[in-house]
Structures are given as C-alpha cells and as structure tokens.
C-alpha cells in the first residue's frame, strides 16, 4: 500500500522529466504548462513510463492494460529463406539433440573457413612481451595485472624516470662551483 504512494510521484517526476528533456530537443522553445500535463496524460494512456527499478516501460509490464504498439519492420520472406539457405551450405545448422553443427560434425564436407587471425607468430610474440613489460598480463589467481599492482612501477607514459644515480650526478655537477 505504501509502496503506491511513492511510486506515482516518481512516475510523474520521470514524465515532466522526460518531456523537458523532448522540450529540450525541439528548437521550438519550452513547453507551456498545459502542453507538459497533456504529454504526461499520454505518457500514462498508452504506458510510456518507467516501472520501479528495473527500467522497464509500463506497456512492457503489463502489455495487457495499454493500446498494442506497432512491430517494427522484419525480415522479409525471401531474406530468411535466403539466410537458411547460405546456413546449409555452410553447414550451420544445429544436426541432432547436442547441437553439433554439421561443419562439426564432417568438416570436410564444406567449403573452408577464412583464417582467424592475420598476425604472424612474430607479432604475436612482440606484442605478448610487450604486454608482460608493462604489466598488462594478469598473474596469479586473484586476476589482476602487476600494473594494477604495483602502479608506480609500471607507468602509462613512455617517459622513464631518470635513475637516481645519473640525477644525483647531474645535480652535483650543476651545482659545484667552478675553478
């Protein structure tokens, strides 16, 4: 019974919501008063508003209460035959109770399928090594990287800090006095 009371504010506060952001849209300035409360009766008429939490319309809740909604265009006659067609050639189709596609079953029996990748082994190998440099590979059974980790040690930029003893000598040669 409560809950009642608290859902129709929020439903109306979504509605005047949604039809300022609509006003917002249209070039043709802010909407009247009169013009929000009639969008708002039609918003309840036909279920266009949001339901509790879930983010579902009213009319997708209860599709019995409002008007029915038009479907929108499907495939046509000629495009589903066609598409199962192109499925049997290429041994798409689910054969049997596993669902063993026929391709699975006698791969042999149908025309082959393009290669999955285009890298070369080298590539790969670059990539995955340089993937391992800046601890993007996750180690262990918790699943995060040595990046995630240890941040400090793997930076996002290219840039290298300057190692302490190579900074320490140039600061000591900048400031010792000259003879």
């Given amino acids: 019974m409560k809950s009642r009371h ?9 509605n005047v919501a949604s039809a ?5 849209s ?16 039609q ?15 009213a009319y997708e809740v209860t599709p019995n209460r409002y008007p029915k909604r038009p ?13 199962l067609e192109a499925a049997r050639r290429n041994g798409d189709i689910a054969v049997g109770d596993v669902g063993d596609t026929a391709r699975e079953i006698d791969p042999k029996a149908f025309p082959p399928q393009p290669a999955a990748s285009s890298l070369t082994r080298a590539q790969v ?8 440099r800046a601890g993007e590979i996750p180690v262990g059974e918790t ?10 040690r793997y930076a996002a930029s290219a840039v290298r800090a300057p190692k302490v003893k190579k900074a320490k000598r140039q600061l000591a040669a900048t400031s010792a006095p000259a003879h």
Avoid: C, H
């Fill in 6 to 14: 608290f859902a129709l504010p929020a439903l109306l506060l979504a």
């Fill in 20 to 24: 300022f952001a609509q006003a917002a």
């Fill in 26 to 41: 249209q070039p043709s300035g802010p909407l009247t008063r009169a013009e929000v409360k009639a969008e708002t009766k």
């Fill in 43 to 57: 918003a309840f008429r036909e279920g266009d508003f949001e339901v509790g939490d879930t983010g579902q319309k």
């Fill in 71 to 83: 479907m929108p265009p499907g495939e046509t006659r000629a495009q589903v035959k066609s598409e």
């Fill in 125 to 132: 190998r670059q990539e995955t090594l340089a993937a391992i």
């Fill in 143 to 152: 699943g995060e990287t040595p990046a995630q980790v240890n941040p400090s």
